[in-house]
Protein backbone atom coordinates (compact mmCIF):
# COMPACT_ATOMS: atom_id res chain seq x y z
CA UNK A 1 0.00 0.00 0.00
CA UNK A 2 3.03 2.40 0.50
CA UNK A 3 3.39 3.04 -3.60
CA UNK A 4 -0.27 4.62 -3.35
CA UNK A 5 1.44 7.57 -1.45
CA UNK A 6 2.57 8.26 -5.11
CA UNK A 7 -0.88 8.25 -6.49
CA UNK A 8 -2.17 10.49 -3.66
CA UNK A 9 -3.29 13.73 -5.00
CA UNK A 10 -1.25 17.17 -3.84
CA UNK A 11 -1.36 20.55 -4.20
CA UNK A 12 1.22 23.61 -3.38
CA UNK A 13 -0.46 27.02 -3.12
CA UNK A 14 1.25 29.90 -1.97
CA UNK A 15 -0.23 31.03 1.05
CA UNK A 16 -0.39 35.47 1.65
CA UNK A 17 -1.20 34.87 4.68
CA UNK A 18 1.71 33.18 6.23
CA UNK A 19 4.05 34.14 3.29
CA UNK A 20 4.97 30.81 2.72
CA UNK A 21 3.83 27.52 0.16
CA UNK A 22 1.48 25.75 1.73
CA UNK A 23 1.58 21.73 0.67
CA UNK A 24 -2.15 19.72 0.99
CA UNK A 25 -2.72 16.18 0.21
CA UNK A 26 -6.60 15.86 -1.00
CA UNK A 27 -6.47 12.56 0.82
CA UNK A 28 -5.61 13.34 3.85
CA UNK A 29 -7.21 17.17 4.15
CA UNK A 30 -6.01 17.79 8.23
CA UNK A 31 -2.48 17.78 7.01
CA UNK A 32 -0.79 20.61 5.42
CA UNK A 33 3.23 21.77 4.96
CA UNK A 34 4.38 25.35 5.15
CA UNK A 35 7.73 26.16 3.52
CA UNK A 36 9.52 29.07 1.89
CA UNK A 37 9.60 26.89 -1.65
CA UNK A 38 6.88 25.07 -3.46
CA UNK A 39 9.30 22.42 -4.51
CA UNK A 40 9.85 21.77 -0.58
CA UNK A 41 6.52 22.30 0.45
CA UNK A 42 5.63 19.46 -2.11
CA UNK A 43 8.42 16.84 -0.95
CA UNK A 44 7.91 17.38 2.82
CA UNK A 45 3.59 17.02 2.47
CA UNK A 46 4.75 13.88 0.72
CA UNK A 47 6.84 12.75 3.45
CA UNK A 48 4.53 13.46 5.99
CA UNK A 49 1.32 11.27 4.02
CA UNK A 50 4.28 8.45 3.96
CA UNK A 51 5.06 8.48 8.00
CA UNK A 52 1.03 8.45 8.66
CA UNK A 53 0.42 5.54 6.20
CA UNK A 54 3.30 3.68 7.37
CA UNK A 55 2.03 4.77 11.26
CA UNK A 56 -1.67 3.42 10.14
CA UNK A 57 -0.37 -0.10 8.57
CA UNK A 58 1.34 -0.92 11.65
CA UNK A 59 -1.39 -0.17 13.75
CA UNK A 60 -3.55 -1.91 11.67
CA UNK A 61 -5.94 1.14 10.88
CA UNK A 62 -7.48 1.37 7.63
CA UNK A 63 -5.36 3.35 5.09
CA UNK A 64 -7.34 5.85 2.71
CA UNK A 65 -7.23 5.19 -0.65
CA UNK A 66 -6.48 7.08 -3.42
CA UNK A 67 -9.13 9.67 -5.08
CA UNK A 68 -8.07 9.03 -8.53
CA UNK A 69 -8.32 5.41 -9.56
CA UNK A 70 -4.86 3.98 -11.97
CA UNK A 71 -5.57 4.49 -15.32
Given at each position: ?28 QSMSWL ?37
Amino acid sequence: MMDCCYRYQYQVKYSAEDGEYVGLCVEFQSMSWLDVTSERAFERIQAVVRNVVSDMQANGEAVPEPELPVA
